[in-house]
């Protein structure tokens, strides 16, 4: 049991459900969406019949693997900073060795690499592909590109708004019926978690400002401060929220989900703005609830947006 609880520690249960949830949400949306065959260029490898739940399963098994490799990974190349913003972690808590976290990342990287040249989608390939090299380049010398703000925000948009919306949707989506382009439900879901992903980027740095600036990764939190990274984020993630209660009503492509979608982002920003409000600067068990809450409002969007792909 000890050892089960140190696995899920190590696996950064915040990005398993997110991973988890975004794609089952992906796939309810696929199959709200193209209940009607739609002709088109990304069609794939089993187009047409229906995503069964064994493909579906193996789906989530490449990716969640990949995920724990990459959140993994990180913390092998982190020891010393976690030792003082997060020493509940495994490793750095000393509950397991570092052989056993190689053990467990390489497992994981081998297990993704594996699953996904089975299931045979170049789709799958692409979304599993990008995101292991990302995330290999944001903790892994030379790159470590997590020591510099810009890249490592880059990193965690590309692979949470861009990869996963785009290319994983495409995978999901090609086993329902070919696709010829993106429907506007899509691009209103990548467009709403771009703006999630660099709220993420920049709030997860918050509480961990004492062991970056000792270890010289120069977070956005480290140059600007975290009045500035708070304020800036916030007013970034709450315009895009306010825009996407507003998309709807003003663009084609939405039809009987329009009021729903509004509805559902209205009240989501307002969450948000009472989140952001409450937040204490201060005190690191505070920002640590607020960056939850962030990812409690993500995962809100992804049943919101699975819903949506029903209602159109």
Same mark, same amino acid.
């Given at each position: 049991m000890s050892q089960a609880r140190e696995f899920w520690r190590f696996s950064r249960p915040h990005t398993i459900i997110g991973t988890s949830l975004s794609l089952v949400c992906l796939w309810a949306m696929a199959r709200g969406l193209f209940r009607p065959a739609v002709a088109g260029a990304f069609a794939d490898v089993g187009d047409g019949p229906g995503l069964g739940f064994g493909v579906l399963a193996l789906t989530w098994l490449a990716c969640i693997t990949a995920?724990?490799? @990459?959140?993994?990974?990180?913390?092998? /190349?982190?020891? *010393?900073?976690?030792?003082?913003?997060? *020493?509940?972690? *495994? =490793?750095? &808590?000393?509950?397991? &060795? @570092?052989?056993?976290?190689?053990?467990v990342v390489w497992t994981c990287f081998g297990v993704s690499l594996l699953v996904t040249a089975l299931l045979g989608s170049r789709w799958l390939n692409w979304t599993v592909g990008l995101s292991l090299l990302l995330g290999t380049a944001y903790s892994l010398p030379p790159f470590r590109l997590k020591r510099f703000n810009f890249w490592a925000a880059f990193c965690i948009i590309a692979v949470r708004s861009l990869i996963v919306n785009i290319l994983l949707f495409a995978h999901l989506a090609a086993w329902e019926a070919p696709l010829a382009d993106l429907p506007p439900l899509v691009w209103l879901l990548v467009f709403v978690m771009f703006a999630y992903s660099v709220a993420i980027a920049w709030f997860k740095d918050l509480p961990d400002e004492e062991g970056d600036a000792a270890f010289g990764v120069?977070?956005?939190?480290? /140059? =600007?401060?975290? *009045?500035?990274v708070l304020r800036s984020g916030s007013l970034a993630l709450g315009g895009v929220l306010a825009l996407a209660a507003v998309v709807p009503w003003v663009r084609q492509g939405f039809g009987g989900a329009t009021l729903f979608l509004s509805v559902v982002h209205a009240v989501v920003l307002f969450a948000f703005l009472i989140a952001a409000r409450r937040v204490a600067l201060g005190s690191a068990a505070s920002i640590r609830n607020f960056y939850l809450s962030i990812w409690a409002l993500f995962f809100v969007e992804y049943l919101a947006f699975a819903t949506a792909g029903w209602l159109l």
């Open positions: 995920n724990v490799y @990459i959140v993994g990974l990180n913390q092998l /190349t982190d020891i *010393p900073l976690d030792r003082i913003n997060k *020493p509940y972690l *495994p =490793l750095a &808590s000393g509950a397991w &060795s @570092i052989r056993t976290g190689q053990r120069e977070t956005l939190t480290v /140059t =600007l401060g975290k *009045p500035r």
